[in-house]
Each structure stands twice: as C-alpha cells, then as structure tokens.
C-alpha cells in the first residue's frame, strides 16, 4: 500500500468517524490537506464554520492569514499540510473538549507517522500542549512556549515543534500578527540555515540526504 493510499484510509475513517459526539452536528469532517510528503506539518485546533462547510482546514479568514503566512516565507499550502487535532468542529467554535482531543488525536497521531514531516508549527494552545506533552514537555501557557523550538519523537517518529499563536488570535488582537510573523520567520531560518545551532539544538535534520 502506498503513502498515499494510507493516508487516503485515514481521510476516509475521519470521514466515517462516531468516537464522539461531534459527528452528529457536522457537515463534513476535516481530515487535513497538502503534501503527504511535506517537511513541515502545520496543526491548528478544530475546524471552523467554513472549514466544516467545506471540508478543508483553514479556509475561512484565519485561513486566509495563514496562507499569507506561509506565502510570505517563500512557500505555498502544496509545499506543506495542514490538519487540526479535532476533526470536526465543535458547535459555536467552541473550545474543544478533553474527551474530544482524546478520541480524534489517535489520527493525527497516526498522519505524523506516515507523513513523517520534519517540524510540527503548533498553532494555538490546544494543538500546542497536546503535541508537546506528547514529547514530555508540559504546558503552562501558549506565550510561555511560542516562538521556542523543542525536540521530540512521536510513535517513533523524531520531530521539532515550534509553537505560536492560532491566527484567528491575530484576528482579535491585530498586535498578535507581528508575534505571528516573527515565529514564522524562524520556520524559515530553520529550513534556510540547516546547520545553525539554536537553544543547543542541532538543525541539520532539515538535510534531506536522508529522504
């Protein structure tokens, strides 16, 4: 079976998925898009309005934000993926909730292992602690730990996570875009400068030699 092929199995149990109660209200589920190859993997919190009508992650206005982002350091949405750790949206954009991180994050779990992408850009605070306690690193807050680059392994799967701020944070509070801006900056530096050592950590994983 091929990488495309499994990952095309898991869109489709996204799709199918009852393990909480979130599926009675959707119109669509949202398992993620882009390059099943990229090296950098983008994970927002749960689906929105638009991304539940749709079906896709970040096309509302915060997507929009985001696709700026990206294209503002030299890459495009085919060059990465981009997935939420709920799938479905909570009704009224709410937070989600513990047992629904619990039930659909299995799936993100198992992308990262096929996709196997070099660094994970946490957007936001739910996406932020689930993946860093997923490496041992326990989250007090999301402006304590953005902008920040820490070193882990997922299901055997070695990784760096860079988190920042969701966008739709940058939509409330204009001040946040500057923050966001900068973090992303540093997703450029990282690819960029390969070999750079920052905060003891050694980038040269970036080298795609190993690909």
């Given amino acids: 079976m091929t990488l495309e092929d499994k990952m095309h199995k898991i869109e489709e149990e996204i799709k199918r998925c009852t393990k909480c109660s979130l599926w009675k209200k959707r119109t669509n589920a949202v398992p993620g898009e882009g390059n099943y190859q990229a090296e950098i993997m983008f994970i927002g919190e749960a689906p929105g309005r638009y991304e539940d009508l749709q079906g896709r992650p970040f096309v509302g206005a915060a997507g929009k934000l985001l696709t700026s982002l990206?294209?503002?350091?030299?890459?495009?949405?085919?060059?990465?993926?981009i997935t939420n750790v709920v799938k479905c949206r909570p009704p009224n954009n709410r937070d989600p909730k513990q047992e629904e991180i619990s039930a659909c994050s299995p799936y993100l779990v198992r992308q990262i292992s096929l996709i196997k992408p070099k660094l994970l850009v946490t957007l936001?605070?739910?996406s932020t602690k689930f993946i860093l306690e997923k490496i041992g690193v326990k989250v007090s807050g999301i402006t304590k730990v953005?902008?920040?680059l820490f070193e882990g392994e997922i299901n055997g799967v070695p990784v760096k996570v860079l988190?920042?701020?969701h966008p739709a944070a940058a939509l409330y509070n204009p001040a946040l875009k500057d923050t966001l801006q900068a973090d992303f900056r540093k997703i450029l530096e990282i690819i960029k400068e390969k070999n750079q050592v920052k905060k003891g950590v050694t980038l040269d994983f970036f080298l795609k030699s190993d690909r």
């Fill in 70 to 81: 990206i294209e503002d350091i030299g890459l495009t949405r085919a060059d990465v993926y």
């Fill in 146 to 148: 953005r902008g920040t």
């Fill in 124 to 126: 936001g605070r739910h």
């Fill in 163 to 165: 988190p920042t701020y």
